[in-house]
């Protein structure tokens, strides 16, 4: 069955008010320890909402000890931990939706223990994604940020861990 990202309206999700980019740091760590894998991530947020200190606890999280910086310029970094590849986009400068699938997006969603985190998802729409996709929608909230994250069906563990570890 094919995830299409336009498609779910009724997934749960949840709200975090994140007072500091600490705080949203972990906020990933979190949710990178406790993830299934293969888990598409769709990172989405205005400019200065915290998407590179997300991207960096979400690399911690899925065991990445080195300094993990948004791929700008590279438009996708790749990197191996102990529990598989994280691959890492920013799609901001990219043209098209074929422009992603070029950068091998195809055959990474085929692997088994793969982390995709892309920044700026949500500027292509009907992204076919064939694995579990993740979204997280951060915002500027007054004192901090807001952390939005919507749950695939087939990530109910990690929701209720997230639930938890909110409380």
């Known amino acids: 069955m094919l995830w299409a990202l336009h498609f779910k309206r009724n997934m749960p999700s949840h709200t975090v008010y994140l007072t500091n980019p600490e705080a949203t740091f972990q906020a990933g760590v979190f949710l990178a320890e406790n993830c299934s894998l293969p888990l598409f991530v769709a990172l989405n947020g205005d400019l200065g909402a915290g998407k590179t200190a997300l991207s960096q606890?979400?690399?911690?999280?899925?065991?990445?000890?080195e300094t993990v910086l948004s791929p700008t310029f590279t438009l996708a970094n790749i990197y191996d931990?102990?529990?598989?590849?994280?691959?890492?986009l920013d799609i901001y400068?990219?043209?098209?939706?074929?422009?992603?699938?070029?950068?091998?997006?195809e055959d990474w969603m085929q692997a088994?223990?793969?982390?995709?985190l892309v920044e700026w998802q949500n500027k292509f729409q009907n992204w076919p994604i064939p694995i579990p996709?993740?979204?997280?929608?951060?915002?500027?909230?007054?004192?901090?940020?807001?952390l939005k994250v919507t749950f695939p069906e087939t990530c109910q563990s990690l929701e209720s861990a997230f639930q938890q570890w909110l409380n």
Do not use: C, K, M
């Open 93 to 105: 400068r990219l043209s098209s939706l074929e422009d992603v699938y070029d950068l091998g997006l």
């Open 81 to 88: 931990s102990p529990r598989g590849t994280l691959y890492h």
């Open 112 to 116: 088994e223990n793969t982390l995709i």
């Open 57 to 65: 606890g979400l690399a911690r999280g899925f065991g990445i000890q």
């Open 133 to 146: 996709v993740l979204e997280i929608e951060l915002s500027h909230t007054p004192p901090g940020r807001s």
